[in-house]
């Protein structure tokens, strides 16, 4: 099995550009996460999908924040206009349900908005 | 959001010292799962623990689940070079199992 796969792996963007981040979750793997890291916050969920169907979005910073999940094998994260305070590592993780909880992290995408 | 303390924050052990990271709730979980994220990697799943009491290990790693179901450990024994990472504590409530606080992480350090 691949993992999860994200990409791209690093991104550099301008504030007030729009970036998207994209993600293929483990094949059958029933629900997917979206997460943040920094030095401050430590790892926050972002928003999370069961069945490709939106769950909790409550944590999403703002309205500059939006993810979509428009079939079981793709997921996209999407700021805009993105801003320094941006900055951090994105990981994308999928679990495969049927009783089973625990998590599997994409390799991360670290964004650096200038 | 909410951060769960992790403690300690950083540890530096010798190699062959033992070592463990304690995770505190103030509410009652449904099931507590253990994480450890490389230095420049991503979180892996270790284990998970679901049961009062419970303690599971996997070789030199021996992870505690205490009564009340609001606290956890994780301890080390012998630790390895190759045991250098941050280890997570990821917290999972009743109606929301699916959704984990991660804790603020304790950072390993082990030199020779």
């Known amino acids: 099995d691949a993992g999860v796969i994200q990409s791209p792996r690093h991104e550099v963007t301008e504030m007030g550009q729009e970036v998207t981040l994209r993600c293929k979750p483990i094949s059958g793997h029933d629900y997917l996460f979206w997460y943040r890291q920094t030095m401050m916050r430590g790892l926050e969920l972002l928003i999370y999908?069961?069945?490709?169907?939106?769950?909790?979005d409550s944590g999403m910073p703002e309205d500059r924040f939006s993810a979509k999940m428009p079939n079981a094998s793709f997921s996209t994260l999407k700021i805009q206009p993105s801003e320094p305070r941006d900055s951090a590592v994105y990981f994308c993780?999928?679990?495969?349900?049927?009783?089973?909880?625990?998590?599997?992290f994409g390799p991360g995408t670290r964004l650096t908005v200038t | 959001g909410q951060q769960v303390m992790q403690i300690p924050q950083y540890q530096h052990v010798q190699e062959g010292e033992d070592f463990t990271t304690y995770c505190n709730s103030s509410t009652t979980l449904s099931n507590i799962q253990w994480y450890k994220q490389r230095p420049g990697g991503h979180p892996v799943f270790l284990i998970q623990l679901v049961k009062s009491g419970e303690v599971k290990k996997q070789k030199r790693l021996t992870f505690q689940f205490g009564e009340a179901k609001k606290n956890s450990s994780l301890h080390i024994t012998a630790t390895q070079t190759t045991d250098v990472g941050t280890y997570f504590c990821?917290?999972?409530?009743?109606?929301?199992?699916?959704?984990?606080?991660f804790g603020t992480g304790t950072r390993l350090q082990v030199t020779l």
């Open positions: 993780a999928s679990r495969p349900g049927q009783g089973r909880y625990e998590q599997y």
């Open positions: 999908f069961n069945n490709n169907v939106p769950i909790d």
């Open positions: 990821a917290l999972g409530r009743a109606g929301t199992a699916s959704k984990l606080t």
